[in-house]
């Protein structure tokens, strides 16, 4: 590990030029052709065991005395979740994928020692069965644009002077000294950024107001209450460089005349707490965060306060009221946050990707970051590709890049050959847009005329075995979860249309629920309180929108195309097919399947409760599912 | 211009004068009214201006937003666009058009109203709105609840009493009033002056013997959760 350099020098960083000579002096002490093995520590890949290999590879290190020739860092989410546990070996970018503890040893003999490639750890394409050596060449990165997401991989997250190194920090010096307020928010508002938490606001319109509000006290709030099912990508940033969020709020809090801000996030993100706390105590260290920042003479602190995990807190009326340490309730926003936020006073929340994009804009200006992206969306978008999907991870593409392309050429296509049947975007108050419209460009606009949104990013795929009508009631299901409960037509009307959808879903819809779910939708988008409550209806719409014959399959015929839901589906046994094997009769949960070995089994349908048990388990295909 | 004053009566006057005064239109009826205040309160004053029922809103507490109604269709650009807002929260705004009785608005307020009556079916506040608003039997499942968590008792008892002794606890479908961390009874906070039943909308709290309310019990679907998690248990055993 290397020694900080700060350490030394035992005094802040006080103007721009200290710290481009900290940056030249970091630089200076690493030698860029040193062998540095990077482990991803993200969420997935520490949930797939990269914590044991980091430990396998500080072992093995010591135990030759390597420490002098190689380093070890590990860092944030390198995105590409699937093939996790990560490890990258620089300065080639040499790339293993699905390294265990066991292989490091024979990583350290052959790679780092003798200079070899360790070819059973290398990727290979399962489309054209290429073997990819370094990380730049693998497909699933190759069509990507990792502007914020990118030096994610190449970075201790918890070492200040790795982000320094990469010129950090930079943009917050140009934006105190070479910029007034005005040209920041001039520049942010050039830039076309919108809010990437999910309804994409103009950002520079919001900075806007919140610099004009007159108040002494102004605040700027970092939300990081990802709450969407399948999403982690606000996540990966805070847990992955959380010096780029830190810089984006300096920025934002010396365009609007803010000296205190806060970072919520979830207590369930334990590691990104974590990381945050000690990038904010580096940056006070080094005099980029507190008093008198590089010597400007402007002031700015930052909290960090951990929400309990009501979904609804990611809401910014509902979480600056958990910030004043009252109830998670949403309030009415016809006057402004901008204006009237946190206790009363103007403030300038964004969210963890909206502000991790600021030090790009400041850096390479306006005009560099509306260069991609489409006409009203601007820059990339960071997504979570999750679902049956054959890469999962997190993705970086400039807005306006297709659902086809995203799905197909990044994310692989659907596992095991099956067919795609659709793509749920924008988390629980999403829709979901069926195969016909791949081809669609995504960004705010265009999502949100198919009856879908962007959110904060999620996307979810499904293949041909999925049940729209089950997946509606999935998502109504949680909402209903996580409604604050405050207003009537959130409160009870999600709570109608889950009981609606569950008795659809059971065979016992009748025709004219579907009326009865557009009546709620209505209700809902028209009535609620949040956005919460006026987005909740979109499951249910864009699937009655685009699967409507699903719905009918269940309501009138009281069956499920996909085979999903549970009391719709009956299973048999093809006595033709059956070998007799007996497997199923052990798998059986509730003794259905009886018969004698070598003689076709049979399945007694009042004790069949439809699990699917014994045709997951059938080698022979005997089991007919109904 | 004609300034109306309420719903029979108009007055002629060049400019209505004053400090803060704001002019907008309700119902193509002009209105001049002192600014800082909702649309509802505006119009509780001006007898026969508007129809907006509310049922979480009391002069004596600050706004809510609850129930949602009062819901009405305004326009800042001069009927252009309108969007749906709760006019119990709506500040009044110079030239304003406030729309309280559109077939949208209508709709809306008779969604909302079955929802509610398909909660609290025995309420007669709840059955009123229904007959007014054409509401005839809820397409849901009925419940037997008197409770619509307006919230008003909560508030009167902090923002009047400044007690707390009661508050809302839970979320979603689980929410309802009780003593503050569910503590089985009230706690000395309750000094038994019984505002809150005064201010309940729908009756939901009477006071006891013992000179202190008795809350409204909601019934949570306990049985109907367990039935569920039951059956998914077997499945995933």
């Known amino acids: 590990m290397v020694e900080p350099v700060r350490k030394l020098l035992e005094k802040k960083v006080e103007s721009p030029e200290e710290l481009e000579n900290l940056r030249q002096s970091i630089l200076a002490k690493r030698d860029p052709k040193r062998t540095c093995i990077t482990v991803c520590g993200g969420t997935a890949c ?33 995105g590409f979740c699937e093939r996790g546990p990560l ?40 489309t054209t069965k290429e073997t990819v050596t370094y990380e730049p060449d693998v497909p699933f990165y190759k069509k990507q644009t990792r502007n914020v997401f990118g030096t994610n991989g ?27 307020p005005e040209n920041i928010v001039d520049e942010v508002q050039k830039s076309g950024l919108r809010g990437r938490g999910g309804g994409g606001f103009p950002t520079g319109r919001k900075w806007q107001s919140c610099h004009e509000a007159k108040s002494k006290v102004k605040y700027v709030i970092c939300n990081a209450d990802e709450g969407d099912p399948g999403a982690y990508q606000d996540r990966s940033l805070l847990e992955g460089n959380p010096h780029s ?11 609007i005349g803010s000296h205190q801000g806060y970072i919520y996030v979830r207590n369930e993100y334990p590691l990104a707490v974590r990381h945050a706390r ?64 946190l206790w009363e006073r103007p403030s300038l929340l964004n969210n963890v990707k909206t502000w991790a994009n600021v030090p790009l804009i400041i ?53 095991e050959g ?10 629980p108050s999403g829709g979901c847009i069926p195969e016909q419209f791949l081809d669609t460009p995504v960004d705010f606009d265009e999502l949100t005329k198919l009856g879908s949104m ?43 249309m889950s009981q609606i959808l569950s008795n659809i879903t059971r065979g016992k819809g009748k025709p004219e629920d579907l009326d009865t779910l557009q009546d709620l939708a209505e209700v809902l988008s028209a009535g609620a309180l949040c956005a919460l409550g006026q987005t909740a209806a979109n499951p249910v719409l864009s699937t009655i929108r685009y699967f409507k014959d699903e719905y009918l399959a269940h309501i009138n015929d009281k069956k499920c195309p996909a085979g999903v839901c549970r009391e719709l589906v009956s299973f048999s046994i093809d006595p033709e097919k059956c070998e007799g094997c007996m497997r199923c009769i052990r798998e059986c949960p509730t003794g259905a399947v009886s018969g004698e070995k070598k003689q076709p089994h049979t399945i007694n349908q009042d004790m069949c409760i439809s699990c699917g048990a014994c045709y997951d388990v059938c080698k022979f295909g005997a089991v007919i599912k109904r | 211009m004609k300034v109306w004053i309420n719903g029979e009566t108009s007055i002629e006057i060049e400019h209505a004068e004053g400090v803060g005064v704001v002019h907008f239109t309700v119902d193509d009826k002009e209105v001049a009214v002192s600014g800082g205040q909702t649309i509802l309160e505006a119009l509780e004053r001006m007898d026969g201006i508007g129809n907006i029922p509310a049922l979480c809103h009391h002069p004596a507490v600050k706004p809510y937003g609850a129930c949602r109604i009062c819901t009405v269709e305004v326009s800042e650009d001069g009927g252009n666009r309108f969007k749906f807002v709760a006019a119990c929260l709506y500040p009044v705004k110079e030239g304003l058009i406030v729309k309280t009785q559109t077939e949208k608005i209508k709709k809306l307020r008779k969604g909302i109203i079955e929802l509610l009556l398909a909660r609290c079916p025995n309420v007669q506040r709840i059955k009123e709105l229904a007959d007014e608003y054409g509401v005839e039997k809820p397409r849901f499942v009925l419940g037997d609840q008197d409770c619509i968590l307006c919230g008003l008792c909560v508030r009167a008892c902090q923002e009047i009493i400044g007690k707390s002794a009661i508050s809302l606890v839970n979320r979603g479908i689980y929410k309802e009033v009780a003593a503050p961390f569910y503590a089985y009874e009230l706690s000395g906070d309750c000094i038994g002056c019984g505002d809150c039943a005064f201010v309940c909308p729908t009756g939901a709290i009477e006071m006891g013997d013992d000179g202190r309310p008795n809350l409204p019990k909601v019934k949570i679907p306990y049985a109907e959760i367990e039935a569920m998690t039951k059956k998914e248990s077997i499945a995933t055993s």
């Not at chain 1, 969020?245 to 365009?255: D, S, V, Y």
């Not at chain 1, 099956?418 to 988390?427: H, N, Y």
């Open chain 1, 363 to 415: 850096n390479k200006g306006a005009d560099w970051y509306a260069q991609l992206g489409t006409q009203g969306s601007k820059g990339t978008m960071i997504f979570s590709l999750v679902g049956n999907i054959v890469n999962t991870g997190l993705v970086e593409v400039p807005m306006g890049i297709t659902l086809r392309d995203m799905i197909f050429d990044i994310g692989g296509g659907i596992p």
């Open chain 1, 87 to 126: 490890v990258v070996i620089e300065p080639k970018k040499l790339f293993y994928q699905r390294v265990t503890p066991d292989d490091v040893e024979e990583i350290i003999d052959e790679t780092i020692l003798a200079g070899r490639v360790v070819e059973r750890l290398l990727y290979t394409d399962p």
């Open chain 1, 245 to 255: 969020i830190l810089e984006g709020m300096i920025i934002g809090a010396r365009a």
């Open chain 1, 154 to 180: 190449t970075i201790d997250p918890t070492n200040i002077e790795d982000y320094i190194a990469i010129g950090g920090y930079a943009a917050l010096s140009k934006a105190l000294f070479q910029m007034t």
């Open chain 1, 46 to 78: 520490r949930a797939s065991g990269a914590e044991a290999v980091v430990e396998a590879f500080v072992d093995e290190i010591e135990r030759r005395e390597l420490q002098v020739q190689v380093s070890l860092k590990e860092t944030g989410c390198h």
């Open chain 1, 418 to 427: 099956k067919k795609f049947k659709a793509v749920q975007t924008g988390g």
């Open chain 1, 278 to 341: 000690i990038a904010i105590e580096q940056a006070m260290d080094y005099g980029l965060l507190g008093r008198n920042i590089l010597g400007s003479g402007f002031d700015f602190n930052i909290t960090i306060n951990k929400g309990g995990g009501a979904f609804v807190c990611g809401e910014s009326s509902a979480l600056m009221a958990s910030l004043e340490g009252k109830v998670g309730e949403p309030k009415a926003k016809y006057v402004h946050m901008a204006e009237k936020g």
């Open chain 1, 454 to 496: 962007m959110g904060s990013g999620g996307m979810i795929v499904m293949d041909e075995d999925t049940c729209m009508v089950d997946v509606a009631r999935y998502f109504i299901e949680f909402l209903k979860g996580e409604s604050c409960g405050k207003c009537t037509p959130c409160r009870e009307g999600i709570n109608r």
